[in-house]
Structure formats: structure tokens, C-alpha cells
């Protein structure tokens, strides 16, 4: 709890704390909704071959089914260790075992799953057996935290877009697989609702907006870790942020982000991969943010045109608008994070270009995509 808590403050966020004075790591804190949709999109899952594995997002959906009907938040552990244990052998797609203590103890230790009348503490999620044994010991009636609880039963919207979230870790699964999943916890009002195709594909656009979702929160969060750090600015090219790169890619669609590009803004290589450079529209060493609001993918054409045009300045002002709009478009409600008001205006540069030859690869304007351009693609990676 201390981690994920202490994180989400970082963050922004409230993490309220309705049971103060008790032992701390001992029980899940209320958390605001806000934190716990900020903590889903990012849970720490043990990895398989395949990919994370999918104890804590089944227990979570098979939760918020309950919701949606209005059943009692919290269950006796007797329901939710049978209930949750078939779900997990019936679509557990990566090898999981029916053990539904392992995410119930890794979300409770997360603050994102409450365990009534419980006070000792609850055994590492990663033991084995004696998890189970506390399990069956305690018999805790478990569920959502109370805010998350209501916002799942009330609202549509919350609800969709939580699913949404929840369903970016089935990346790679079968579809049919997931819709059959959402089908027996009672969501499949929403994986219709949200699914384009008749097959129960969850929306392409609905996987890039909760994959850009995960990808702003990392930058954001490395923003927060390094704030206040001091980073030498003469002596060493500035960090620059591989997710943040990876949101922009994700969010172009593999096309060029000048709304009034003139040149052929989809056109690919012989290998299918899209001419584009991803940049940051105000450098970095000049107050630029290292964040998807405030960086575009280019065509080399237009890159060139705001690196060395004479109409440089005007667009790279308008570059900003655009960055800032496109961001928003996809990532409405949590903006461009805590800095969104500290743009900094775009200082004039010298027309020689922007990337010197001493620049590596990393930074913001790679060659043309190449092998360098590895996690390039419209879908989400994994996918
Ligand atoms: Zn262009």
C-alpha cells in the first residue's frame, strides 16, 4: 500500500485513508475513484510467456459485473474462491490456476480491494500455500473499495472505460475468449457497446486510448520522480522519454500530425512502416516538456519545416495547439497532467537543424523508422 499510496500522491491524487490510526499494509485504504482508475491501467502482475498474467484483471472484471447488477460489495471468501475460481480455470488464458487469493492479496496490498472485519496482515501475494491456508483461516468477505463499488454500479461511463482498461491487459488473447469472459461476468452489455465487430474485438480505439492512458501515466510518472532532481543541462543531452515517444506513434495512427500537411502524410515504406519523425516541439533544453501534449509525429517534409523553415515559428506555435488538442482528444479527463499550464512559449531558434549529428539515435528525432523504430504500429504492443 505505501508504494502504490505514495505513488498516486506523486501523481496527484488523493489517497484518503478512512481507517487512519490502524497498522499501516494492514488493511486497503479508501481510495478516491480517480486513484483506483489511475492504479488499474499500471497493475503489476507476475509475467507469463504469453504476457501478465490474468488473476487480478478477471478478479476486477468478475467484481464490476457484481456492481453493475447491484449485488452486495463485498462476498464471503467461500463465493468468491468458487466464483472467481472458475472463471480463472474457464478463461484464464495464460496457465492461471483457479486461486483467487493471489489477486485478491496483491490487489489488497494495492489499496484496490477491501477485505471487511480483517485486521492481521495478509501473506505476500508471491508465498503459496499459506496463502491460501490464510484465506481459508480468515474467511474475510472481500470486494471493491466502497467509491470504486458505486462508481461501477452507477455509472455507464466509468464503468466502460474501467473495462476498457482492464481489457488492455488481454492483449494477444483470442477475442472470442474475452467475450465469452465478459459474457459470464455480466459485461457484455459492455464489450457490445464498446465493439465495433460482431466477434467481441474490443475496439481498436478503445485499446489505444487506454494504451496511451498507460503510457502518459509512466512519463508522468517519471516526471514526478524527477522533479526537483537537478539534470545538468550543458553536460548531457537531455533524457528523453521512451514511452513518451511510444504514445505519440500510437496516437498518430502511422500518419503525420500537421493538420495541413502537403505532402502524402500516409505513405509507408517498402516494409510498411510510416515516414514519420516523432518531436518535441519545444526542445527540451529550451523548457519543452518530455510528454505527449506537447510532441507531434512529422513526415520528414514537415520536420523539416518547423526545424528550418522560414515559417518556423508560426508552426511551431500552431504545432503546440495541435500536440495539445490531439492529446486531448484522446485522454480527455486527465489532461496533459499536473504541468498543462506551464507550456512554455516556444523560443526562437536558429535555422541550422535541429538534430545534430552528435545527437544519438534515442533522441527525439530518430532516422527515418527503421529497425530503431522497433514498437511502431497502430495496435498496442503485444497485440
Ligand atoms: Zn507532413
Not at 510532441?295 to 506555435?317: D, I, Q, W, Y
Request: with cysteine.
Amino acid at each position: 500500500m505505501a508504494t502504490v499510496g505514495s505513488l498516486l500522491r506523486q501523481l496527484g491524487f488523493a489517497v484518503v485513508d478512512t481507517r487512519a490510526g490502524q497498522d499501516d499494509g494492514e488493511r486497503g485504504a479508501a481510495l478516491e475513484y480517480s486513484a483506483f482508475e489511475a492504479a488499474i491501467a499500471d497493475l503489476r502482475m507476475r509475467s507469463t510467456r504469453q504476457g501478465p498474467a490474468l488473476y487480478q484483471p478477471i478478479l476486477l472484471l468478475w467484481a464490476v459485473g457484481r456492481a453493475r447488477r447491484g449485488d452486495s460489495r463485498l462476498d464471503t471468501w467461500s463465493t468468491t474462491e468458487r466464483e472467481v475460481g472458475r472463471l480463472l480455470s474457464q478463461h484464464g488464458a495464460r496457465g492461471e490456476r483457479p486461486r483467487p487469493d493471489y489477486p485478491a492479496a496483491a490487489l489488497h496490498r494495492a489499496g484496490l480491494w477491501d477485505m471487511h472485519d480483517h485486521r492481521g496482515p495478509v501473506p505476500s501475494a508471491h508465498g503459496d500455500n499459506n496463502i491460501a491456508r490464510w484465506f481459508a483461516t480468515h474467511q474475510p468477505r472481500t470486494g471493491l473499495p466502497l467509491p470504486v463499488y458505486e462508481r461501477m454500479r452507477d455509472s455507464a461511463s466509468d464503468r466502460a472505460r474501467a473495462v476498457g482498461t482492464l481489457l488492455t491487459y488481454f492483449d494477444g488473447v483470442d477475442p472470442r475468449a474475452v467475450r465469452a469472459l465478459l459474457v459470464d461476468v455480466g459485461l457484455d452489455e459492455e464489450a457490445t457497446h464498446a465493439s465495433a465487430g460482431a466477434n467481441g474485438e474490443v475496439p481498436h480505439a478503445v485499446r489505444v486510448a487506454a494504451q496511451y492512458d498507460r503510457l502518459c501515466r509512466s512519463v508522468e510518472r517519471d516526471e514526478a520522480a524527477r522533479r526537483g532532481r537537478r539534470v545538468p543541462r550543458q553536460s548531457q543531452r537531455p533524457l528523453r522519454s521512451a514511452p513518451a515517444r511510444e504514445a505519440v506513434l500510437l496516437r498518430c495512427g502511422g500518419r503525420c500530425e500537421n493538420p495541413r500537411c502537403p505532402g502524402q502524410p500516409d505513405d509507408r515504406t517498402d516494409a510498411g512502416q510510416p515516414i514519420l519523425e516523432v518531436d518535441h516541439v519545444v526542445e527540451i533544453t529550451a523548457d519543452g516538456r518530455d510528454h505527449p501534449s506537447q510532441m507531434v509525429a512529422l513526415c520528414p517534409n514537415c520536420h523539416a519545416v518547423k526545424t528550418r523553415g522560414s515559417t518556423r515559428e508560426a508552426f511551431r506555435v500552431e504545432l503546440l495547439k495541435v500536440a495539445a488538442r490531439l492529446h486531448q482528444a484522446i485522454r480527455p479527463e486527465s489532461g496533459s497532467g499536473a504541468r498543462a499550464e506551464t507550456v512554455p512559449t516556444p523560443a526562437p531558434t536558429s535555422a541550422s537543424a535541429s538534430t545534430p549529428a552528435s545527437t544519438p539515435r534515442s533522441a527525439s528525432t530518430p532516422a527515418f523508422p527503421s529497425a530503431s523504430a522497433p514498437e511502431r504500429g497502430g495496435t498496442a504492443p503485444g497485440a
